[in-house]
């Protein structure tokens, strides 16, 4: 019972104690002009730089598959001026042959000419 009457003015005064500064208090700066500034999560302006990332990071992943679409597209280029370029080397060779063919027709229609010309 004494020991209650004891702790009774304690608790009731307890409320009007300060409250301890190592739970919620910001440490007092050590020199003049340090500045403390408590981290809260829930806090409305780390809400908008963690939009703020969030939309760097989607522009950063559409600048990234832009890129890899101008590379796809750039050695799909790449691949269609070779087959151009395989194209006029086809065409090329396929004009020779025509000349020599057409080189060859005259001169067996020059040489049928003179076995002809022989036989009379």
């Not at 403390?36 to 809400?47: G, I, K, L, M």
């Not at 065409?91 to 020059?110: P, V």
Request: glycine share 4%; with cysteine.
């Amino acid at each position: 019972m004494r020991l209650t009457a004891l702790l009774l003015p304690v608790v009731l005064a307890a409320p009007l104690l300060p409250r301890s500064t190592t739970t919620n208090a910001a440490p007092t700066p050590n020199y003049p002009g340090e500045v403390f500034v408590e981290a809260q999560p829930h806090c409305p302006s780390f809400d908008a730089v963690r939009q703020a990332l969030a939309q760097v990071d989607q522009h950063l992943d559409g600048a990234r598959d832009f890129y890899k679409r101008a590379f796809a597209l750039a050695n799909h280029d790449r691949g269609l001026q070779d087959v151009l370029r395989s194209t006029e080397e086809a065409k090329r060779t396929l004009l020779r042959s025509l000349e020599m063919i057409e080189d060859a027709e005259r001169r067996l229609t020059e040489l049928e000419g003179k076995t002809e010309g022989r036989k009379d």
